[in-house]
Each structure stands twice: as C-alpha cells, then as structure tokens.
Antibody, heavy 119, light 107 residues
Framework: EVHLVESGGGLVKPGGSLRLSCAAS????????LSWVRQAPGKGLEWVGR??????????EYAASVKGRFTLSRDDSKNTLYLQLNSLKTEDTAMYYC??????????WGQGTLVTVSS | DIQMTQSPSALSASVGDRVSITCRAS??????LSWYQQKPGRAPKLLIY???TLQSGVPSRFSGSGSGTDFTLTISGLQLEDFATYYC?????????FGQGTKLEIK
C-alpha cells in the first residue's frame, strides 16, 4: 500500500525558510515522478512543482509563483522527497501535499503539512 | 497558463440524484483531464484520469467524458459519502492547473 507522510510544516515569519519532507513507502520510489500541491485555507488546489526520476536527470519544474524561491529535491536512498521553501511570503500559507505524479495526474496523496507564514 | 473553469461552483442535490459537473479548458488539452474529490480536512482523492478512466477502487457511479476543451463528471445515484468538493485538473501543459472547485451539498 502506498503511503506518503509529510512533515516539516510550521509557523515562520515572512522572509523565512522551511524544509518540508515527504517519506514514501509502498512503491518503487526511485521510479516515481513526484509533485507538491498546496491549498491555502478555504481555497482551491495549486500545483507547486514536479521532480522527475534520476534517470530522467531529476528534472524539476515549478509554478511561476514559487520559481526561484522553492526547490524540490529527492533522496532515493531514503525514499524521501523534499521541498525547500525560501523567501516565504504570507501568500505561501497553505497545506502542502506530497503526491505521486504519474503522467501529470496525482494518484496518491499524503495527509499534508501546514505552513503558516505570519509575523 | 491553461485556465480551467468549473460550473457550477456549488450544487445542491439529494441522495439518489444524478448530477453533472462541467469543466472547460481555455485551450485544447486532448484528454489530459483528471477529476478529484476532496472532503473537509482530507487530502484530495483521484477519481478519474485521462478524461474517462476510472481510478482503481472508485465506484462505477462516477463517470467522466469529454475531450478537447469541454469535460463532464457525472455521478449517477448520489450516495451520502459523495457530498464533497470536486476539482478538475489539466495535465497537458505545465504549469498543471486546477479548476476552482464545485461544492456538492445535500439538499
């Protein structure tokens, strides 16, 4: 059974940084393309970014709203996906979900980790 | 970016009803369209991908149709557990984008 467990969320001041983690199990992690999707409180879903497999050069792609501030990475030896969030803004406040991203649609989701950016 | 527009934004229905939610893309996305269900406090759940393919384990009362720019999610014979918010999403071109959501409420 596929499990994705996010961690690392919390309260951070504007301009601050945070690193989210997503521990995966139940599938061959190194073969998986992965994404982060976020949801601001009471709002809809927003795709944040995607990372391909190492064999696909580990290519990363980002939404314009986070490009240059957020960085996706993966450690296949630990079956873990990361999202480094820098230069955080209040509008980055959201629940962040880790997902598997087969062909661009999101078939498995974690339970999410909440990031709150506030002074 | 491709804009995804869902209608209606909210919908009231009764158990046993047949309901449809539409999703329109701002440009042709072939069949690169998925549907998700989200209940309060829970992560979204994939229902349908490739416009009409039912995800494993999803009840057959859910169905999807369409291609190009216009798509429909239909629920035939609403059950109590189906009252939730539904989102469409295109996976044709990055950035992947979602519709604004349709909240399905009990009448």
């Amino acid at each position: 059974e596929v499990h994705l467990v996010e961690s690392g969320g919390g309260l951070v001041k504007p301009g601050g940084s945070l690193r989210l983690s997503c521990a995966a199990s139940g599938f061959t992690f190194s073969n998986a393309w992965l994404s982060w999707v976020r949801q601001a409180p009471g709002k809809g879903l927003e795709w944040v970014g995607r990372i391909k497999t190492v064999t696909d050069v580990g290519t990363t792609e980002y939404a314009a709203s986070v490009k240059g501030r957020f960085t996706l990475s993966r450690d296949d030896s630990k079956n873990t996906l990361y999202l480094q969030l820098n230069s955080l803004k209040t509008e980055d406040t959201a629940m962040y979900y880790c997902t598997t991203a087969v062909y661009g649609f999101f078939d498995y989701w974690g339970q999410g980790t909440l990031v709150t950016v506030s002074s | 970016d491709i804009q995804m527009t869902q209608s209606p934004s909210a919908l009231s229905a009764s158990v046993g009803d047949r309901v449809s939610i539409t999703c329109r893309a701002s440009q042709n996305i072939d069949s690169y369209l998925s549907w998700y269900q989200q209940k309060p406090g829970r992560a979204p759940k994939l229902l349908i991908y490739a416009a009409s393919t039912l995800q494993s384990g999803v009840p057959s009362r859910f169905s999807g149709s369409g291609s190009g720019t216009d798509f429909t999610l239909t629920i035939s014979g609403l059950q109590l557990e189906d009252f939730a918010t539904y989102y469409c999403q295109q996976s044709d071109i990055i950035p992947f984008t979602f519709g604004q959501g349709t909240k399905l409420e009990i009448k």
